[in-house]
C-alpha cells in the first residue's frame, strides 16, 4: 500500500473507531471487556498493558491487538481516544487522572475508586480536562435490572416500601483481594455491585446500620447484613463469601405489587397477586417478545455474552455517548453515592453505631 492510501486509510479509521487501550490484562479484561469490544463495531483495542510481559504478550497474541506493554505510561504515549483501567482497584484512582490529564476518555472498572475521596477526584478530573468517564457497574445494566426500573418509574409496582438485595459469591480469591488496602475489602469491591442496585431503587436514604460475621478463619466465609433507612423505605442487603453457589437477587416490595430478579441469570418474576398460572399468561406474550428477542439476538446468544450483558450494554452506552457528545447513562457521581454509602457501612461496622447520611 501506497504510504498516501496507508494515511488515508488510518485517517477513515480513525474517523470511524473509537482506538482503545486496554491497562491490566487479567481477568475481567480477558473474559469481559474483550469478548465485549468483539461486539461494538466501532472500537478497537490496538495497545494493551500489563506489568507481566508473559500475561501481556499472550492478551494481545489471542485478542489480536498489535502493541504490547509493560508500562503503562508507554501506552498512554499511543494514539488513543480511550483508555480502559481494568487494574486492582488501588491503582484505580492515580492511573484513572493521569489517563484524564492526558485528555483520554477513561473507562474504569469497580470500584471506581477506594474512598468517595478519590471518586470525586477522579470525576473533577476528567471534567476538568474535557473527557468523558465510563464508572464500570455492570448489574445497572442488566436488561431485567432496567426492564424493573421502568416498571418503578411507570408506578406499576405502587411506591416502593422495601429493596432487598442478597449476593453469594465463593471464597475471597487469594492476592489482592484479600488485602483491603488493595482491594478496599468485599464490602467495596463486590458489594458496590449491590449496593448500586439500593442507590437505584432506595430514594432519600436517611441511615445505615451495618453488621459483619467474619468466619473466614473458621470456614473462610464472611457475611454482611445492611440495613438502609430511608424516608419511605427499608433496604437490606445481605452479602456473604463462602462455599456455597454464587447468587444474587433483588426483590422489591411495592404498595400494588412486588418484583424479584435473580441477576445471574437476567429473570425477571412479578407478583400482582394473581393465581400463578393466570400470572404467567398475563405475561406470556411479554416474555415470548424477550425470549424470541433473545434467541434472535445471534450477536449475543453465539458469543455467549448472556452473563456479560451488563457490561455490554454500558459500555455500548458509553461509545454511543462519545459519538453524540451526551452524558453516559451511569453518572459517575451516582457511583460515588454507591461508595459513599459503603464508606458509611463500614463506619456503622466499626462503631456499632447507625451512621447518619447528610445530603440525600
Ligand atoms: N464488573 C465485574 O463484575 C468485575 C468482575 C471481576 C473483576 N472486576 C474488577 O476488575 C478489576 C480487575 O480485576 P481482575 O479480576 O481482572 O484482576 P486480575 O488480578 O485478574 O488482573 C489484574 C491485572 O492487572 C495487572 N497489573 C497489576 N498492576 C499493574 C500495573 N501497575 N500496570 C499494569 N498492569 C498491572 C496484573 O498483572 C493483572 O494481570 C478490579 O477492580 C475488579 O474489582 C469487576
Redesign the pocket.
Known amino acids: 500500500m501506497s504510504g498516501w492510501l496507508k494515511k488515508k486509510t488510518a485517517s477513515v479509521r480513525a474517523w470511524i473507531m473509537y482506538r482503545v487501550g486496554v ?7 480477558r473474559t ?1 471487556h474483550l469478548p465485549v469490544y468483539r461486539q461494538l463495531k466501532d472500537v478497537e483495542v490496538v495497545a494493551a ?4 510481559r508473559t ?1 501481556v504478550e499472550t492478551f494481545a497474541k489471542n485478542f489480536g491487538i498489535g502493541k504490547a506493554f509493560t508500562d ?1 505510561k508507554k501506552l498512554l504515549e499511543e494514539e488513543l481516544e480511550v483508555v480502559d483501567v ?4 488501588h ?2 484512582a492515580p492511573i484513572a487522572k493521569e489517563v484524564a490529564e492526558r485528555k483520554l476518555n477513561v473507562i474504569v ?3 471506581l475508586a477506594l474512598s468517595s475521596n478519590q471518586a470525586e477526584e477522579i470525576i473533577q478530573t476528567c471534567n476538568k480536562n474535557n473527557v468523558k468517564l465510563c464508572a ?1 457497574e ?1 448489574f445497572v445494566f442488566f436488561p431485567m435490572v432496567q426492564k424493573l426500573k421502568s416498571l418503578v418509574e411507570d408506578g406499576y409496582l405502587g411506591s416502593i416500601i422495601s429493596v432487598n438485595t442478597v449476593i453469594r459469591r465463593g471464597p475471597l480469591e487469594s ?2 483481594r484479600q488485602d483491603p488496602t488493595l482491594s478496599g475489602g468485599p464490602l467495596l ?1 463486590d458489594g458496590i ?1 449491590q449496593m448500586m442496585l439500593h442507590v437505584l431503587f432506595l430514594k432519600k436514604i436517611q441511615a445505615i446500620y451495618a453488621t459483619v460475621h467474619d468466619r473466614l478463619s473458621v470456614d473462610r466465609s464472611i457475611h454482611y447484613q445492611v440495613t438502609l433507612r430511608a424516608r419511605d423505605a427499608i433496604g437490606t442487603m445481605e452479602a456473604c463469601w463462602g462455599p456455597g453457589v454464587p447468587e444474587i437477587y433483588l426483590a422489591l416490595f411495592g404498595s400494588k405489587y412486588s418484583a424479584r430478579i435473580d441477576v445471574y441469570r437476567n429473570l425477571l418474576f412479578t407478583n400482582d397477586g394473581s393465581n400463578f398460572l393466570w400470572l404467567d399468561a398475563k405475561n406470556l406474550l411479554k416474555r415470548l417478545g424477550y425470549a424470541l428477542k433473545y434467541i434472535f439476538n445471534t450477536r449475543i446468544r453465539k458469543n455467549k455474552l448472556l452473563p456479560i450483558l451488563g ?1 455490554y450494554y454500558q459500555l455500548k452506552d458509553f461509545f454511543e455517548s462519545m459519538k453524540s457528545n451526551s452524558e453516559p447513562a451511569l453518572s459517575g457521581n451516582l457511583v460515588k453515592k454507591g461508595i459513599m454509602l459503603i464508606e458509611s457501612a463500614q463506619k456503622s461496622i466499626a462503631t456499632g453505631q447507625e451512621v447518619k447520611i447528610m445530603n440525600e
Open positions: 491497562i491490566g490484562c487479567g481477568y475481567v479484561s469481559w498493558c500489563d506489568i507481566d500475561t503503562y481494568c487494574l486492582p482497584p491503582l484505580h472498572e469497580k470500584p464500570i455492570d492476592g489482592w469491591e455491585h457490561h
